[in-house]
T-cell receptor, first 118, second 114 residues
């Protein structure tokens, strides 16, 4: 079974600064996807960024970028120029295709609570 | 990305009663997923719902407690039956996006059982 570990339960960052959230995972699969989801107090789960394991290039979405280290099974999220609206829970997630069920199996980490301080 | 709505957005229910949560998607999707998020916790998959067939439940979840309907390709319901305070959670509906390996979530239903 896949496991996703987020070792930082809480973090804080000053507005306009940069912060990196850590995520490691354990799998024997070679093809899979990795995600970062953001859940603000409104509780809506928002897809922040997606990485395909077979792509070496790190995914980026505006101020959000990842450092994907496949051999180390590490997938960290960097938020640049932090904004107050970035305050949220951030969940790292691993997805693989479950051929038996005909769907993708998604496993979440426990989350990191990020606070952006004015 | 898909636009997903859920009703109700929140509810406070008495112990022993049942609540049905609705999930509506703005496009046809093959699979819909129901998740539970207990207070301060991550998301746990309850079941996968395909149109026209029985839902597939994850370990620890049973149909008698969480019956699911999937009458068409844009709609699903999850019922939380015979509720107890331990059922107090956020319940989220989810669908797979067009891009392989993506999943989108509804706004969630916050359930409090007293």
């Amino acid at each position: 079974a896949q496991t996703v570990t987020q070792s930082q339960p809480e973090m804080s960052v000053q507005e306009a600064e940069t912060v990196t959230l850590s995520c490691t995972y354990d799998t024997s699969e070679n093809n899979y996807y990795l995600f970062w989801y953001k859940q603000p107090p409104s509780r809506q789960m928002i897809l922040v960024i997606r990485q395909e394991a077979y792509k070496q290039q790190n995914a980026t979405e505006n101020r959000f970028s990842v450092n994907f280290q496949k051999a180390a099974k590490s997938f960290s999220l960097k938020i640049s120029d932090s904004q107050l609206g970035d305050t949220a829970m951030y969940f790292c997630a691993f997805m693989k295709h479950n051929s038996g069920a005909g769907s993708y199996q998604l496993t979440f980490g426990k989350g990191t609570k990020l606070s952006v301080i004015p | 990305s898909a636009v997903i709505s859920q009703k109700p957005s929140r509810d406070i229910c008495q112990r022993g009663t049942s609540l049905t949560i609705q999930c509506q998607v703005d496009s046809q999707v093959t699979m819909m997923f129901w998740y539970r998020q207990q207070p301060g916790q991550s998301l746990t998959l309850i079941a996968t719902a395909n149109q026209g067939s029985e839902a597939t439940y994850e370990s620890g979840f049973v149909i008698d407690k969480f019956p699911i309907s999937r009458p068409n390709l844009t709609f699903s319901t999850l019922t939380v039956s015979n509720m107890s305070p331990e059922d107090s959670s956020i319940y989220l509906c989810s669908v797979e996006g067009r891009l392989a390996g993506t999943r989108y979530f509804g706004p969630g239903t916050r359930l409090t059982v007293t």
